[in-house]
């Protein structure tokens, strides 16, 4: 999906108590759902239920603010993203695919996340049974 990735936002709580999560991580995890679900049925597939390997790229925009230097060492990955963290982008792919491409996000044996410089994006890729889907 393209846009800049966004990580896993904490709850957040009312003044009663209750937790809730913030408007900014519900929407991207239903925009990425949307994705994921046009995938499966595109593919005719439905919600995997076997134990499945997950990779997350988060590609991140050069900001524009940086010198010219810095912004050529991000394109050649001498710098890397800081923000948002790594497991918080990968919390958000998993949560938000769970029950869309998979059953459960409990089946992900296998987890790898990468992020980097480049036009700003998110490809999840999903492998099981020797299959392999990317969204």
């Known amino acids: 999906m393209t846009g800049q990735p966004i990580g896993k936002g904490r709850p957040r709580f009312t003044r ?3 937790a809730y999560t913030p408007a900014k991580t519900r929407d991207y995890e239903k925009r990425l759902a949307a994705v994921g679900s046009d995938k499966m049925v595109e593919l005719g597939l ?4 076997a134990p499945c ?3 997350v790229l988060a590609q991140f925009e050069v900001p524009k603010s940086w ?3 810095r912004r050529e060492a991000a394109w050649l990955r001498e710098v890397f993203p800081g923000r948002p963290d790594i497991d918080n982008v990968a919390k958000i792919a998993l949560d938000s695919l769970d029950g869309v491409m998979f059953e459960n996000d409990s089946q992900v044996y296998q987890l790898t996340a990468t992020k980097k410089y480049g036009a700003p994006m998110i490809i999840i890729t999903i492998e099981w049974n020797d299959a392999t889907t990317e969204s």
Do not use: A
């Not at 439905?46 to 239920?49: K, N």
């Open 16 to 18: 009663q108590g209750r």
């Open 46 to 49: 439905d919600p995997i239920t």
């Open 53 to 55: 390997k997950v990779h």
């Open 67 to 69: 010198s010219k230097k």
